[in-house]
């Protein structure tokens, strides 16, 4: 039985998720049918993490056992036909048997996008988050290095989540503009529920003033949700890469 | 009562094409819908062109006539404010009483785009042609090269259209690779039903060896359909901008 991990893209808008769910229909089980069609089998994917409903994946890493005799090189096209126009298999291998996506990554990579302008524009909804005021991006990169580093990231995790452990490392969080997207990658070892969409909330209220440059320490410090900034819409998300040592 | 031309774009997807029609949601509708909600009156727009289910507008212009007082520079927002997140206004100005944004125009650019890749992109479906085999670009540009000009375009209108004068002026088709995507640019004075995404399929069949380049003079005189290539998709099509003399 070989081990193989996949690499696909997905526009999450029709999605209720990653996670299979009853009465909703979800990337897992998407993908798992089309699997199923194409091996014969019983399959069960093991996703690189939950993506939350309406948020995208660029380069998102599944892997599964199979006993299918298919060559990994024909594993993409021949699972793209399965597949709805929405997701798409770029990239298949075989790993070792104990790899897993989701608890052999290494690091992941998180993109935020923001329309920034004062009308919206129809191309980039339900893909970026609208905003029409304007943003100043050397404040918000100066907001980005206050939250950036490893610490306690419990003030940026979605109220009522289980984890007790919430420390983390965010190694960086660059942020571009071009013409009128702005764009937020952040890096780092693990993500707290809606960790990345507090994060990008923090950024925005404190480029406008909402949160004080001054206070952002001591808000992150008292490990309180309601001291951060509002949780970013889910359609700006794109889970963007997954690192790992193989 | 002002006459005011405004400019606006949508995302076609959701829509059975620009023209009013029964059972059936377009774009005329849903913005005289908007307008009426707005001004409180009865408006009737005038749209520069039809476009066709599932074909996309990025600078598409349309005028009306109001009573309402309500200032040019206000419009966008306010009519934005009763649209749905995929159509958006950007642009009102007042324009001379016997303006007319379909018969004012003087030359319209329509946008084509290609995603040409081996593997498909969700993020480009619906919106673009997703074509897997390899495209010479300097083929492409060479099948343009004979297609621009002013003459009888009888074999690039669909079938069973009622136009007899069928004689226009292409005067540019750019053809421009970035990435995956080809961008196809072409620009007229006016166009036959279903004109661009011919002429767009008749590329396409010439870079691929299916139309000789050598036979495309002659088969473009013949004024036959059959002898021009395939109708492209229309989720690749956008009206890209209309030119105007005030």
Do not use: W
């Not at 960086?172 to 990345?196: A, H, P, R, T």
């Not at 507090?198 to 320490?217: C, F, H, M, N, R």
């Not at 309180?224 to 690192?243: I, M, S």
């Amino acid at each position: 039985m070989r081990n193989l991990l996949c690499r696909m893209s997905y526009n999450g808008t029709a999605y209720h998720g990653f996670q299979r769910q009853k009465n909703a229909v979800t990337i897992e089980e998407t993908v798992e049918n089309a699997l199923d069609l194409l091996t014969g089998e019983k399959n069960v994917i093991y996703g690189c993490g939950r993506t939350d409903a309406r948020v995208h994946g660029i380069n998102y890493y599944f892997n599964f056992k199979t006993d299918s005799s298919i060559p990994v090189e024909k594993f993409p096209l021949a699972l793209n036909s399965k597949l709805p126009d929405d997701i798409s298999v770029s990239m298949c291998r075989e790993v070792p048997d104990d790899f897993n996506a989701r608890f052999s990554a290494i690091k992941k990579t998180y993109r935020y996008l923001i329309y920034n302008d004062r009308i919206r524009n129809p191309f980039y909804d339900k893909r970026a988050m609208f905003f029409p005021r304007e943003l100043d991006v050397e404040k918000m990169r100066e907001a980005a290095d206050k939250i950036k580093g490893t610490k306690d990231f419990a003030a940026f995790m979605a109220q009522g989540s289980p984890i007790t452990d919430t420390v983390r490392s965010v190694y960086s969080i660059e942020i571009e503009k071009k013409d009128n997207i702005i764009q937020i990658d952040v890096c780092g070892n693990g993500f707290l529920y809606n960790m990345v969409r507090i994060i990008v909330g923090t950024i925005i209220d404190t480029a406008t003033g909402k949160i004080k440059i001054s206070e952002l320490d001591e808000r992150i410090a008292s490990k309180k949700r309601e001291n951060t900034g509002f949780t970013a819409v889910p359609d700006g998300l794109y889970l963007y890469d997954v690192y790992y040592d193989i």
